[in-house]
């Protein structure tokens, strides 16, 4: 027998929803479902689009997607509801067939709003935590208006009066609008908790919209209204004084950017300069950001702003913290593969938890013959067990430490560990090296009851890292013939001789070894996964405004004043003229800065730099002199020689640069190109404490864990003006530096 599959076809999608209980709201001549909000029914067409998800199609395309099954599949639950549809008597069969017209066009007019938006005022102060004179505002200008309060056709209960955000076009007209219920009732309109829709018949080519100054500068793309004025809210001090437009999808559709674009380009004669897509931090998020990653205009700079603490912009709102990362589209394309593959392998993952089963020494003797374990036989084992178990996890650790060592004789392996540090890892400079010597892909790394905290599985088999814990005080007992022995390996001989005082204990500290594990072996889902992702203080390569280059160069300033105990004498009117007899000339000219340390007295150490540097040069040269006072101002002067000591300070800027999102000099590949003499003098140089990279790890991982702590997406973290108690001190120094040449060397080679 034939298939029919344009009767397959024409089996209606509501039916089936209505077949399976999926519950929906209706919006004319669309369906919108209760728990996935992006996926809409086109009654008259027949045919869903699930835009967070980039999915469309009839009835068995809707299975597949929905149901998350394959094709095969798919069609047999598709044939399952077409017997059971035929089956029906004629008069439900016509309450699918009859669909609406399609030619309903949205009125304003028709729409009856309320004097008063009090209401609304109210929901979005005390359920979306905007600002109550900010919201004011809204209503006077007519970006937010009240519906009227109805009754639910359902329950009979009157619901409050919902909010409404107009959409207006180019001329003032309002072509359609949105609809945020304020009612909350979890149980009837599930995880969001109100009721959403876009009126019937609106014109999809426009969404809701506002602007600042002209508009004509910048494009923020946001999902919902509420992310608008959050973001708006949140960032009203950088945007009052700038032509921005703000512009929410009501969904996830890349062709309103479009049209809006075009209208734009029409109304002002360009482009804007920016186009950023600020969607939510999520998968669907991503997909709708991830066309304008290929899509470039001339003069136009594509980028993509996320939310710090939540999903969107509404969490971040109510977070009470005021930060994003901006990203360019290129490295929102590598995050959203990220996601996808998580994606694909949390949905590999089995849901099903097995239960392990530990049998203990006196349960395996039992099985084995019956004969009963003393409990002092069982402890001897136990111990046995951990000793051998330290030893197995030492020497993990010594050839992990080793591999890691062994990367400055490949300068390809040499950039791949410092673009890893870079990321700021949370974790001392030893771990640090010890998780890229077992596991170079990592990228968040927890234990695993970090992981169980936050409601994350590490997956069943998977091999952990080994790093060392924080130190514990243990007590020991120094043994007659002079040998150290902990109390917990000692005889009860030996314990009690100690207790008498015959044999003297002493406290050591000791490092646990622990257990670590990447999110990649976790079952980590896609809602958790942007929360746990690593986010740089500052990205350079996506703001490298005068402001953004200014707090960056303030804040490394205070850590060499602060942290470092050095001045940085950066405006004195000699300081060229004082490099200049200092330093040697190069093919660049005059040196850029340098490391100054007295001799007799290595705390009396500045950094100097030509005072007609650009910020940039500013940032970069600092950070490499920086590098020199970590690793070198407390040193002995031929602990390594110079060459070595100048390629520690350059592979310590660079980490800090990477971190800071910036490739260092002009291009890493030509950055590490320009290091192949020295690095080959490295691979030759006898390090016979491994302490040449060691001390590269741990000098810029306490200058990136700085910025950290003091930056984040370029911007204080505090907003308290700080005093510089240091300026006087700088400005003495400055001057004793320069008069006082005989008493100075300098280390270090041009910048």
Known sequence: MAINRAAMKELPIQGYLDYKGIPYTTEHQNLRLVEHDSLVVNLTKNQFYWNSRQKSGDLGDFIAAYEGVDNKEAWVKWSEYGRYFNGQDADTKQKYTDRPKADYQFDY??????????????????????????????????????????????????????????????????????????????EKFGKRGTEKKIAAGADTRYGYNFHTGNGADE??????????????????????????????????????????????????????????????????????????????????????????????????LKSGENRFELMSTADSHDRLTALEAF?????????????????????????????????????????????????????????ALERTANYKNDPVEMQRYLDFIANGQNYSPRNTMLIYGQRPESTIVMGYKQFEERGIQVNKGEKGMKIFGAPTKLQSIITSDGNKVYWRDATPEQRRAAKEGQLDTRSVLHYPIETVFDVKQTNATLDQLPELLPNRPVNLATDNSPEQLERIYQTLKDYATQEQKVAVIDDHPDSIQFLANNKPMTSNGIAKGAMVMDKKNPDNTSIVLRNDLPLTDRISTLAHEMGHVSLHKNTKLDSHPVHIKELQAELTSYVILKNMGIEPGEGSARYMNGWTEDLQKLADYKDKDNTVLSDVTKASTAITQY????????????????????????????????????????QGRTR
Do not use: C
């Open 109 to 186: 007019s028709r729409w009856r709003t309320a004097q008063s938006t009090q209401n609304s005022e109210d929901y979005l102060v005390t359920e979306r935590g905007l600002d109550r004179d900010f919201v004011k505002k809204l209503a006077q200008s007519g970006l937010i208006q009240q519906g009227m309060a109805r009754q639910d056709r359902e329950t009979g209960e009157w619901q409050k009066p919902a909010l409404l955000f107009p959409w207006y076009d180019e001329n003032g007209k309002v072509v359609g609008l949105d609809q945020q219920g304020t009612t909350v009732d979890f």
């Open 219 to 316: 494009l923020i793309v946001f999902e919902a209204p509420i992310d608008a004025l959050s973001f708006a809210q949140l960032r009203f001090d950088g945007i009052k004084d700038k032509n921005v437009t703000l512009l929410s999808l009501s969904g996830t559709d890349h062709q309103k950017v479009l049209a809006e674009l075009d209208r734009m380009n029409q109304a002002n004669g360009h482009l804007p300069k920016r186009l950023i897509m600020a969607t939510d931090d999520d998968i669907a998020g991503y997909k709708a950001a991830d066309i304008f990653d290929t899509l470039q205009f001339e003069g136009m700079e594509n980028l993509r702003a996320i939310p710090k603490d939540g999903k969107d912009w509404n969490d971040q």
């Open 343 to 399: 994606a694909d392998k949390t949905k590999a993952t089995t849901k099903l938890s097995e239960t392990k089963t530990i049998k203990d020494a006196h349960q395996v003797a039992a099985s084995g013959g019956g004969r009963k374990i003393s409990r002092y036989d069982r402890q001897r084992e136990r111990d046995a067990r951990k000793t051998q178990n330290r030893a197995n996890n030492e020497k993990i650790i010594h050839e």
């Open 707 to 746: 910025l950290s702590d003091k930056l984040t997406n370029g911007e204080a973290i505090t907003y308290e003006q700080r005093v510089d108690k240091t300026q006087e001190h700088a400005k003495v120094a400055a001057n004793q530096a320069m008069q006082d040449q005989t008493a100075t060397e300098t």
